[in-house]
């Protein structure tokens, strides 16, 4: 079982910066696609970005490139998702998402294994 794991989330005001990371078991970390969704309240679930294994395809949504920077760390096992200055609206739950596909997807129903969420709340 590939279980998630995700930290970092907290209180970021705009102009600020905060970092998400995603931890996933060693064994199967280097196998693995994975992506950042986030869920705001009253608001269906959407993809924020994804990364393949070996990092070969790095695709964000529209609205997040260049705002956001997704990164593989195979020495941590984990993927961080770095966010400069976050507005108000990026405010909601993010959930990190991996599959064994080899490609990243903008659709939740193509990754097997979720974690749990972190809230990240920005302010003004």
């Not at 070996?54 to 956001?68: C, D, K, P, Q, V």
């Not at 941590?76 to 976050?86: D, G, V, Y």
């Amino acid at each position: 079982q590939v279980q998630l794991v995700e930290s970092g989330g907290g209180l970021v005001q705009t102009g600020g910066s905060l970092r998400l990371s995603c931890a996933a078991p060693s064994q199967f970390f280097p196998s693995l696609t994975m992506a950042w969704f986030r869920q705001a309240p009253g608001k269906e679930r959407e993809f924020v970005g994804g990364i393949s294994w070996m990092s070969l395809f790095i695709t964000y949504a529209n609205f997040m490139e260049g705002h956001f920077t997704i990164a593989r760390d195979s020495a941590e096992n984990t993927i961080n998702l770095q966010m400069n200055s976050p507005k108000l609206d990026d405010t909601a739950v993010y959930y990190c998402a991996a599959t064994f596909k080899e490609r990243t997807s903008e659709s939740a129903a193509d990754y097997d294994y979720w974690g749990r969420g972190t809230q990240v709340t920005v302010s003004s």
